[in-house]
């Protein structure tokens, strides 16, 4: 059964750090976008990061640029989301999906990991 599985969620100090990853089972992620996307509760569904299958150029929404990273091991077949200087604002549930936000459709959708700052 294909999928993408999220890791590396948890309870963060704010200024603190975490990394998630997204790992493909079932398909190769070679040939896939990889996207981040995160939903807070009462809030919509946020698209903040991309990287590309071609030639792993990324994209970051303005609340998260400067502090996070996304990159990947096609080895792997792991995508990972480093998270840095971390805010109680950045609390949410984190997902990631086969395609960048904006795409019209997604082949596959993490189960979504856990993130909270708090002091």
């Known amino acids: 059964q294909a999928q993408l599985v999220e890791s590396g969620g948890g309870l963060v100090q704010p200024g603190g750090s975490l990394t998630l990853s997204c790992a493909a089972s079932g398909f190769t992620l070679d040939y896939y976008a990889i996207g981040w996307f995160r939903q807070a509760p009462g809030k919509e569904r946020e698209g903040i990061s991309c990287i590309s299958a071609s030639d792993g150029s990324t994209y970051y929404a303005d609340s998260v640029k400067g502090r996070f990273t996304t990159t990947r091991d096609n080895a792997r077949d792991t995508v990972y989301l480093q998270m840095n200087s971390l805010k109680p604002e950045d609390t949410a549930v984190y997902y990631c999906?086969?395609?960048?936000?904006?795409?019209?459709?997604?082949?596959?959708w993490g189960q979504g990991t856990q993130v909270t700052v708090s002091a």
């Open positions: 999906a086969s395609d960048c936000p904006g795409s019209a459709s997604f082949d596959w």
